[in-house]
Each structure stands twice: as structure tokens, then as C-alpha cells.
DNA sequence: CATCTATCTTGTCACTGTCTAGATTTTCCT
DNA sequence: AGGAAAATCTAGACAGTGACAAGATAGATG
């Protein structure tokens, strides 16, 4: 094979933007982004990661080498996902008041904010079975999640979840809220009922908190 | 081209059974208990028009007569989901007690009946993007499911929901609740804080009704 | 019975994910 | 420094996919 092109390319400007160059440096990380941008711009069924690798101005072949394969890929791309909900929770939180009740409703809304902002990554973490649950980069990252709202349960029913049965229902119930919001939001099914997309933020916010407070009300 | 071998087969049987004739008989029926089957054992993404076709004994090329695409075949079996929905919830109602309270549970509890008996159908219905919302048989079933939940809610709150934000903003949010349950249920997420495979038909209920029951209480 | 229409098969195309062989670059060791 | 070894990337091939077109077959219609 002849790579005379590329290789007189990379002669006469050897220090030029990485994607002229045979090695690109930062390849793993590229794909990750070309993979959230295809994602979001394409939607998870119709993901192709031959359209990943060209947008990062590499051959088909190449994320190989990076991720074994698109599971491989795409099981990575969900961690990070699940990293950055928490981070989205934790936004909402440090906006929020300082009592146990309103840093968990501040919780779900920062869980919706994400879903609202990442739609596709969001079905990619939750309703994909293509990423690899049993890789630990991704199983810490969601039981990080998760961990997250245990004890945020916990600080608001005063006990210790995984030995009191009523707050591990609470844990449950919260988050079955939240998340089936998140979902039917997402999926364009609030329109109907709550005319959801013509609502200001304030609106969306009140509205959202008091369908998730119901659940902690003792 | 040599059709020979189909001929003859159909010559010598010709009212044999339908697979073995050129012409299937209701190969459309055929087609969409194999889809659904197909989607039952491999799930959705894996899902292959091909593979429904052979398992419907047909060529590759036959489903297209029927449902003009992959997408058309997949429109035909969500709005046949929705209208199995509506069904569980119905049967699980005709169990419950008469008051309005129980009988929304009971709709919760049907509902949730069916995502756990049909996982890849519930997700083709709710979180794919392959079906085309647009078509009628869809779209009218899947609103005549919302308007089952809108009429059980009417029935709790004794006001017409479309008129009264309060009414409007309890189905969303018991909807909500009985939708992440149930996709959270399905995608094994309950299992860490409910132990939910190791609970006994009674224990589920009693848990779920309890769970959904929250949204309900004035 | 002849024609017409619906149904089904077959072959083809572009595209996909994965694998392999080989080219290029970087790293590391002496 | 230099040369071997490892890492990275390209390109080609293969089987499988959905869609389309052309043609064969069966049933319906007159």
C-alpha cells in the first residue's frame, strides 16, 4: 500500500493539527467526543462507528486499537455519562437550599436537566443494552449514581437505607419519579398533559418539584 | 429464474401447511408474531427484517409487500403493544376493588405487568425512535392508552383533566412513577435497593402499589 | 379462459462492524 | 545514537443488513 500522501503531508508540516498527522495523539479522547456529537446529532439507532472514526478524520479501522469495538466504545462514552449526571445533580444542589428535602428535589431536577440536555446519551445509559454494564469503569460510575441518591435519601428520612426497608422504597419511589419524568419528557410524551416545551424554566422547575416532592412527604 | 423447486413442492401439497406454499395466506400476521419474537429473544437492537422474514419461512424481500419498510413492520407492532397495554391494565382492574383509588393502582400495576412480560416491545413502544408516531393506527393507540390514564385520574380527583392544572399535573406525575418503575424494573435497576427478582407476586404488588399509591394521597 | 393484480423470490447496491495484514511512528533499551 | 519492539493507524476483505428493482407465480376478476 502507498501512504506517499499522507506520509508528504506529515513531512512538510510534521507539527501541524493533529489531524494531519499519521499518529493523532489524542485519538481516544477525539472518538469519545465524535461519539457524543454523532449521538446527539444522530440519534443511538442509527449510530455508526464508521461515521465516528471519519469525523475524526481517522480510518474506519482505527478505534480499534482504543476500544476493542462500538460496545467498547460506547460502554466507555455511557461512564463518562453517568459521571456527568451527578455532576448536573450537584449544579442543582449547590443553587438549592440547604435542608435535606429541597437538596434532593434539586437532585431529580439536575437528573432531568441532564436527560433534557443529553437526550440520546441518557437512552444510551439507561435503555441501551450495547454498553457493558459489567466493565468497572461503567458499573462504578452508575453505582456512584446511585450511591448518590441513597444518601440523599438518607438525609432526609434519618436512617440508614440499605437496613430500613420504608427508605429503601423511598429510594425507589424517588427515583422511579424522576427518572420516568426524565424519560417521558424526553420522548416528547409531556406534551400533551403539560404542554411542556412552552413552559418557562420557573414553571418547569415548580411544576417538576411538586410532582417529585410528593414521594418524600412522609 | 427457477422456481422449480417451490412448484413442484406446492403442487404435490398444495393445501398443505401455509409455509410450504408460494403464497403464505397471512403472511402480514405471520410477519408481526415473528417480529415480535424475534424482538422476545434477541431484543430490540439486534432486531433484523431479515431474520423475521426467515423465521416467517420467506424470502428476505417479501415483508416489503406488507409494511413498506423495517420501520412500517416495527410501526404496526407498537400500536399493536399499545393496544395490549390498554388490555393489562384492564385485567389487573377487573381484579381490583371499585373505588377510583384502587382501580388507578390497579392500572399502574397492569401496566407494569406488561413491561415485565414483553421488555423489547415495551422499549420498542416508548423509547425507540424506529416507529412512526405519525401513522394513525399508532398514534391513535397509544393516545387511546393516555386517555385511559386521563379518565382513571378524572375518576380520583372528580374534576375533567384538561380543565384543572392540579388534575393535569397528577397524571403526569403518577404516570411518571408508574413508567420509571417500570422501565427501571425492566432494565434491572431495581434489583440492587428492591431485591425485586426475589420478591414474591404479593411483595411486588404490595410495594409498587405502595410506591405508586403516594401520588394518589390528596 | 385470458388478463390483471397481488404476492413472493432473487439479485443487487450501499453501508455496517469486525478481522487481518501491512505501513508508519514512537518508545525503549543497550 | 541506533536498532529492535511496541503502539498506532490504514486499507482491504468478509458476512450481514435494509432497500430497491426485475421477474416469477398464484389468485381474482372479467
Redesign the pocket.
Known amino acids: ?7 508528504t503531508a ?2 512538510t508540516a ?1 507539527r501541524r493539527a ?1 489531524k494531519d ?8 479522547m ?1 472518538l469519545l467526543r465524535a461519539a457524543e456529537a454523532e449521538l446527539a446529532e444522530n440519534g443511538i439507532e ?9 469525523r475524526a ?17 460506547l460502554t466507555a462514552l455511557a461512564a463518562s455519562g453517568f459521571r456527568r449526571l451527578v455532576e448536573a445533580q450537584e449544579i442543582r444542589q449547590a443553587e438549592a437550599g440547604g435542608d435535606a428535602h429541597a437538596q434532593q428535589i434539586a437532585a431529580g431536577l439536575g437528573y432531568i436537566d441532564f436527560a433534557l440536555e443529553n437526550p440520546a446519551l441518557f437512552r444510551l445509559m439507561f435503555t441501551s443494552e450495547k454498553p457493558d454494564r459489567t466493565v468497572p469503569d461503567l458499573g462504578d460510575a452508575s453505582i456512584a449514581a446511585y450511591e448518590k441518591l441513597q444518601s440523599g435519601v438518607r438525609s432526609v428520612v434519618g436512617e440508614n437505607p440499605p437496613d430500613d426497608p420504608g427508605a429503601m422504597k423511598l429510594i425507589m419511589a424517588s427515583w422511579a419519579t424522576a427518572h420516568g419524568l426524565a424519560d417521558l419528557i424526553v420522548s416528547g410524551r409531556a406534551e400533551r398533559p403539560l404542554n411542556f416545551s412552552n413552559l418557562s424554566k420557573k414553571e418547569r422547575d415548580a411544576l417538576l418539584s411538586e410532582m417529585m416532592g410528593r414521594q418524600l412527604l412522609s
Do not use: C, E, I, Q
Not at 500500500?1 to 506520509?7: F, I, L
Not at 455508526?48 to 471519519?54: G, N, T, Y
Not at 478524520?57 to 466504545?73: E, I, R, T
Open positions: 500500500m502507498n501512504y506517499g500522501k499522507h506520509m506529515s513531512k510534521s493533529s498527522r499519521y499518529h493523532h495523539g489524542d485519538l481516544k477525539a442509527s449510530f455508526s462507528l464508521r461515521a465516528v472514526a471519519k478524520g481517522v480510518s474506519h479501522g482505527a478505534p480499534a486499537h482504543h476500544f476493542k469495538d462500538a460496545k467498547g466504545l
